[in-house]
């Protein structure tokens, strides 16, 4: 007589575990591509900056002093709200050295 309202009962846990399994599941996955779209991001400028401190070089026959310079006269745009850029340039005939760090928000 009792055994009906039980199993319904131990149902709607067993249902209420696994919709919970199922978010904590799905907060992991958003958590895990927001991080591969960040690493991505920060590769693809690093990636740019590189390609344009390479076209000064071939055009000016010097690598850029630093980043500013490029946004000048090369139409460089980075996101500096999301990322940090460090630009080393040790000597203008040597390739700079280029380090993009996502912000932690």
């Known amino acids: 007589m009792y055994s009906e309202p039980v199993k319904r009962r131990t149902g709607l846990y067993v249902f209420l575990l696994a919709l919970l399994l199922f978010a904590v599941m799905v907060g992991l996955v958003f958590l895990h591509s ?27 026959g010097v690598y850029p002093p630093d980043l500013e310079y490029l946004q000048r006269n090369y139409g ?16 203008s005939n040597l390739p700079p050295t280029v380090r993009v760090v996502a912000r932690n928000l």
């Open 34 to 60: 927001g991080r591969d779209i960040s690493e991505e991001g920060a590769a693809a400028i690093r990636e740019t900056v590189r390609r344009s401190a390479l076209q000064c070089y071939v055009v000016e």
């Open 76 to 91: 460089l745009a980075v996101n500096t709200e999301d990322y940090v850029v460090v630009y080393d340039c040790f000597s």
